[in-house]
């Protein structure tokens, strides 16, 4: 029994240490990006590379962006909608990044909602 009871607090043990030093930086996170959201520069990283939710981590916070919508401006002028899930909606936050001539814009709005 107190055998049992070793072993039970060394597993607990080591899950409780796995979880507090888990690297949320794994192979495929993405590089994280500067945007300005409405006057405000904010650091928002989209998670790894299969993250396929409309969401973006803001770095440093324990706040997330949710993406209502996503579009590219190419250097050459074209217009690339990713997603609109929200068309019609008016009072969206507007995050903006432009890189090397491409432009990303992001509209949603930043958790909690208020």
Request: charged fraction near 10%; glycine fraction near 8%.
């Amino acid at each position: 029994m107190r055998t049992l009871a070793l072993l039970f607090v060394l597993t607990l043990a080591l899950a409780v240490t796995s979880a507090a030093s888990a690297d949320p930086s794994g192979p495929n996170v993405q590089d994280n990006a500067t945007y300005t959201c409405d006057g405000q520069q904010v650091v928002m990283n989209g998670g790894t590379l299969t993250n396929r939710s409309h969401q973006a981590f803001v770095v440093g916070s324990a706040s997330i962006f949710v993406i209502q919508s996503a579009v590219l401006l190419t250097p050459e002028g074209d217009t690339v909608v990713f997603f609109d899930t929200a068309p019609g909606i008016t009072d969206s936050i507007t995050c903006v990044a432009t890189t090397n001539g491409f432009t990303f814009t992001l509209g949603g709005f930043f958790t909690p909602a208020t």
